[in-house]
C-alpha cells in the first residue's frame, strides 16, 4: 500500500543516492534522524508497546527531508550573496 511515508521514502532514497559522493546536511540528516527514531523506539519498547521499526524509518525519511531542506537553503543562500555581490 502506497502511503505519504513510502513516497516520502523515495524521494529520501533518490536524494540520498543523487549526494552519494559528498557528505553533507542530507547525510547529517539521515543520520540524527535515524538516531532520534532509534530512542523513540527503544522509549516504546520500554513503555510496554514493543520495539518499532517504523520510528526508526520515520525518523531517517523525516531527518532526511530536514538534511535536504537545509541543503536547499544553503544553496540558495550562496546564490543571493553572488547576486548582490555582482551588482556592486
Known amino acids: 500500500m502506497i502511503n505519504i511515508w513510502t513516497i516520502l521514502g523515495v524521494i529520501a532514497f533518490v536524494f540520498l543516492a543523487i ?6 546536511a ?4 539521515l ?3 535515524a538516531i532520534i527514531g532509534l530512542i ?5 519498547l520500554f513503555r510496554g ?6 520510528f526508526i524509518l520515520k525518523g531517517a525519511v523525516s531527518g532526511t527531508m530536514a538534511g535536504l531542506f537545509a541543503e536547499l ?3 540558495m543562500s550562496g546564490s543571493t550573496k553572488k547576486k548582490r ?3 556592486k
Do not use: C, H, M, P
Not at 19 to 24: C, E, L, P, Q, V
Not at 40 to 44: F, L, P, Q, R
Not at 49 to 54: E, H, R, V
Open 49 to 54: 508497546d514493543g520495539f518499532n521499526w517504523a
Open 26 to 29: 542530507i547525510w547529517g540528516g
Open 31 to 33: 543520520t540524527i534522524g
Open 19 to 24: 549526494s552519494w559522493n559528498k557528505r553533507g
Open 73 to 75: 537553503l544553503g544553496r
Open 85 to 87: 555581490e555582482k551588482t
Open 40 to 44: 523513540i523506539s527503544v522509549i516504546y
